[in-house]
Nanobody, 115 residues
Framework: QVQLVESGGGLVQAGGSLRLSCAASGSIFSINVMGWYRQVPGKQRELVATITSVGSTNYADSVKGRFTISRDNPKNTVNLQMNSLKPEDTAVYYC?????????WGQGTQVTVSS
């Protein structure tokens, strides 16, 4: 089992910044992918960014150049620095941990960007 605890969501004005953090605990495999996804009501959950245990990153086109994902392997944490936020970034953001045959999700944290 892997537990994911997210923090850092909130309300911010357009153009502002937020930083999301996710701490993983439990049975952590050394080779894994951690990332962030987001979902708005009535739509499917979508990729925001992922990072592998060796630091390879992948971003949705909509956030490239504005968001930066990073991780601290010894602490099993993943962070998402979100800059130049737009109202369309408003969503519930979910932390994800993925390894061989396993896939875990955090409880989600709300990010609201006002115009």
């Amino acid at each position: 089992q892997v537990q994911l605890v997210e923090s850092g969501g909130g309300l911010v004005q357009a153009g502002g910044s937020l930083r999301l953090s996710c701490a993983a605990s439990g049975s952590i495999f050394s080779i894994n992918v951690m990332g962030w996804y987001r979902q708005v009501p009535g739509k499917q959950r979508e990729l925001v960014a992922t990072i592998t245990s060796v630091g390879s990153t992948n971003y949705a086109d909509s956030v490239k150049g504005r968001f930066t994902i990073s991780r601290d392997n010894p602490k099993n944490t993943v962070n998402l620095q979100m800059n130049s936020l737009k109202p369309e970034d408003t969503a519930v953001y979910y932390c994800n941990y993925r390894a061989v045959y396993i896939d875990y999700w955090g409880q989600g944290t709300q990010v609201t960007v006002s115009s």
